[in-house]
């Protein structure tokens, strides 16, 4: 007859021909180690043993972006969930790129004038890191949006104008959160 002892740190954790390793709460990297004693009808023995280590599974993660405003003066949080099914708890960090040109691994990440313009494209890698180095990552980005331009003042000169004798000059003061520079065009009517 052959019976058999499952170990695990030097503990027992099961007689059985077969080991349910979830049952067992271990962990990628430990050693499992089965001993098999052989015995025969005359109470004679032998045993033998043999081991295998726990491999690990990679970590998933899921990312999302929550914004305090939307133009360059916005403020971006990368939100990353992640999930590892050996139990572990992945390390989650975060690195934000305007294209190919890195904005640095702060979160939340304060966005201005130097580091986009409108349009830009906005990118946040999420990466896990589960206890066994092995890792995941999720992308996801953010449009920059333009602001639109606002208008201080207008004004007409000469006023009051005489037909005939004064030409009119329109001066618009206006300005541009984006620091955008602002092109101007006028349209003139009368009340006639």
């Given at each position: ?19 349910d ?44 972006i ?12 990368c ?9 572990e ?54 449009t ?49």
């Amino acid at each position: 007859t052959v019976s058999y002892e499952w170990s695990i740190g030097g503990s027992v954790v099961s007689s059985s021909s077969t080991l349910d390793l979830s049952s067992t709460g271990s962990m990628p990297g430990v050693t499992v180690v089965c001993t098999a004693v052989a015995t025969d009808g005359d109470g004679a023995t032998d045993l033998n043993s043999a081991s295998v280590s726990i491999g690990n599974r990679s970590p998933s993660i899921l990312a999302s972006i929550s914004t305090n405003g939307t133009n360059q003066n916005a403020e971006l949080t990368c939100n990353g969930t992640a999930t590892d099914p050996d139990g572990e708890t992945p390390i989650v960090t975060y690195e934000w790129f305007n294209g190919s040109n890195s904005l640095g691994s702060s979160n939340p990440l304060q966005l201005n004038s130097t580091l986009v313009s409108s349009g830009d494209v906005v990118d946040c890698i999420a990466t896990a890191t589960d206890a066994m180095g092995d890792t995941d990552t999720a992308t996801v980005s953010h449009t920059v949006t333009n602001t639109v331009p606002v208008i201080g003042s207008v004004t007409v000169t000469p006023n009051p104008a005489i037909v005939g004798t004064d030409d009119l000059t329109c001066a618009v003061s206006a300005s541009d959160a984006d620091g955008d520079s602002i092109l101007y065009s006028y349209e003139w009517s009368d009340s006639t």
